[in-house]
């Protein structure tokens, strides 16, 4: 039997960690999958969706060969039969109507900065349709980029200098655990770390102090704490020489007594006030913003009132500070190459069933779907099926048949993150790594790099696409020796340590752009749909990936005791909302908010496990993103 080798690789799934791993290769097989101890924020262990990933690797279920749609099934085909056939239609669409009636959709399936090369070939092809919006952080992009004209955090490590932390809407042992080695050593030394979320998730054993506001109501109680400060005298007497609009701000929180705020948000007032003093008198102090608050439909307003209390406190531009959403993850990478001209249409990506259906002129008559899931994953499920099934042609790209891939024309099977090749940043740290080919793909799979260069020869673009995967990681780092970085994991060296250091942002005037009015108050009372669908991500499922598979049995809805409608623990019941409804198993948590129906994130349509299904596209109040725990919903006896 041959040896065990040792191969370091990088985790390219949406995730705020993005982590060093250590495969275990025997032969052509991993056998196990590790935690690099040496990088700094992944220390050795693995998340458990990551740690069972070769469930998945080794699935019996992944494709390992092309499918065209024959007589209405899907059927095995040569990589020539479908590559061919794939550059026969486009061109022939784009000779008809067009390269805008093509839309290449890629989601994050995988976040390797390889997948740019795609969007380049789709550049170079049209440029054709793509996405707008995003529907998973486009509501804290926009309130970021419009309060400090750029979004970036402190360093990940710089919150050690932290005297207390509010974890605000931030599930950090299901989506980001790298964070717990750091939160637990702050409470270790003392430091009290609040935690605001109407889910009382396991981050409340971190907590020294827990507030659960009703859905949304986050902005009111910033408003209250803003004016706690004020009132109090916490707020940084300097603070107008980096704030502008600092007047029309106080007027804001001012505009409602603290009794008020604190009944807006659906928090008993001795929480606002507790809440007020462990960020204001402690200082500096960090607020972690979670990316899953702003998918709704003030989630841009809610960020703009949390970027408002770092601003205040002067806990802006310092150690130890920072409101922090984003990390630039494709900061250290050259991208300009990218487009080669602007889209010539776009497809807001929560609208995206009802866009396709509608957009004219001309109609979208092919698309391309890159590590996207979108009838699972994007809001009305049903209707993103329709959209896909009634286009002409679609091709999906996946290593396994997907609610999304059954509807193809062509599903072409590609690599996993143990057998591409690629190059990954962070959204949750300044860490950059190398994804490696630890193990061959299986006979019939190809990259998605591999898939472009057949598809670019055949369509008159080969040129473009000669090189290996590595000479376009070359051309994507901008500064560093791709050496340097496969030597191990790596700081992007440009990243700043504070992020906007000296109290300098990138708005126009230099100054933090404060928020100086919320959107009109949603009315969510409902006699008929008295609660709301929130569908959250779970410890086994990347988004529709789960490790070790995703379970068969009906899913789970967890209510508060008193919304059950008299179900009781373990009744199978259904979840109904104006779209349909869903099978579930019933299931009692006295902590949840009451108003809150709680389904796992990532379910499958083929299984009826979709929560999408249920849900409807609503937008966020800026940035283009999905509204997607506003669905009113009730539980009831089958
Ligand atoms: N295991 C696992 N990890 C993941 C993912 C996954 O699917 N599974 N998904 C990845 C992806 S795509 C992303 S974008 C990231 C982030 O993934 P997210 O799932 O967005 O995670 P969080 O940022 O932790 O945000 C979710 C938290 O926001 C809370 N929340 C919802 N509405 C409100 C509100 O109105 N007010 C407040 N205060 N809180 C609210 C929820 O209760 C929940 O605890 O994580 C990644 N990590
Ligand atoms: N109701 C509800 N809906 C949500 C959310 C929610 O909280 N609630 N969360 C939203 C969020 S935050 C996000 S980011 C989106 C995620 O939505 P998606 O990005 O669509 O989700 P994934 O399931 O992670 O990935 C899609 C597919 O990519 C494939 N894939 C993986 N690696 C590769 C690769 O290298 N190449 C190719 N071609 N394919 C690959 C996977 O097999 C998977 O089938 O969902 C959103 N939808
Ligand atoms: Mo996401």
Known sequence: MSDVQIVRTSCNRDCPDACGILAHVRGDRVER??????????????????????HRQYSPERLATPLVRRGGSLEPASWEEALDLCARTLLRVREESGPSAIFHYRSGGSLGLMKHVTDHFWSRFGPVTVKRGDICGGAGDAAQMTDFGAEDANDLHDLRHARAVVLWGKNPHTSSPHLLPILRGLRKDGVP???????????????????????????????????????????????????????????????????????????????????????????????????????????????????????????????????????LRRAAFDLAWVDVAPAPRTVCEPLFGQELLTLKNPELRAVWVTAGNPVTMLPDSHRTAEALRSREF?????????????????????TTMLEDDDLVGAYGHHYLGVVRPVVPPPEGVRTDYQVTQGLAERVGLGEHFLGDARSWKRRLLRAIPLETLEAGPLRNPEAPRVAFEGRRFRTPSGKV??????????????????????????????????????????????????????????????????????????????????????????????????????????????????????????????
């Open 33 to 54: 999958l590790q935690g690099d101890p040496e990088h700094p924020v992944t220390q050795g262990f693995l998340c458990y969706r990551t740690d069972q990933f070769l």
């Open 193 to 327: 770390v609040a935690l605001v979320d109407p889910v009382r998730h396991r981050g409340a054993s971190l907590a020294s102090l827990y507030v659960q506001p009703r859905p949304g109501g986050d902005a009111s109680l910033a408003l209250g704490v803003a004016r706690g400060l004020f009132e109090r005298g916490l707020a940084h007497p300097e603070a107008h020489t980096w704030c502008d609009n600092l007047e029309a701000f106080r007027a804001l929180a001012f505009g409602r007594t603290l009794d008020q705020h604190a009944a807006d948000a659906g928090v008993p007032r001795a929480a606002l006030d507790a809440l007020t003093e462990l960020y204001g008198a402690h200082s500096p102090a960090a607020i972690l913003v979670g990316w899953g608050m702003g998918r709704r439909s003030n989630g841009s307003a809610i960020v703009r009132c949390l970027d408002a209390l770092g601003a205040l406190t002067g806990n802006l531009g310092v150690a130890g500070g920072g409101v922090s959403f984003y990390f």
């Open 394 to 414: 679609v091709v999906v790209a996946d290593s396994f048949l997907t609610d999304t891939a059954r509807l193809a024309t062509v599903v072409l099977p590609v």
């Open 513 to 638: 752009n404060l928020v100086t009015a919320l959107p009109a108050p949603r009315d969510d009372s409902s006699v008929e749909f008295p609660l709301l669908l929130h569908a959250l991500s779970t410890p086994a499922s990347q988004s529709s990936q789960w490790s070790p598979r995703e379970p068969e049995e009906r899913p789970s809805a967890t209510v508060h005791p008193s919304a059950a409608a008299g179900l009781p623990e373990g009744a199978v019941a259904r979840v109904v909302t104006a779209l349909g409804a869903l099978e579930v198993t019933v299931r009692h948590d006295p902590t949840l908010h009451h108003k809150i129906v709680l389904l796992p994130k990532g379910g499958s349509l083929g299984l009826h496990r979709c929560a999408n299904a249920l849900i409807s596209p609503r937008l966020t109040d800026a940035g283009e993103g999905g509204a997607l725990y506003e669905e009113p919903a009730r539980l009831e006896a089958l």
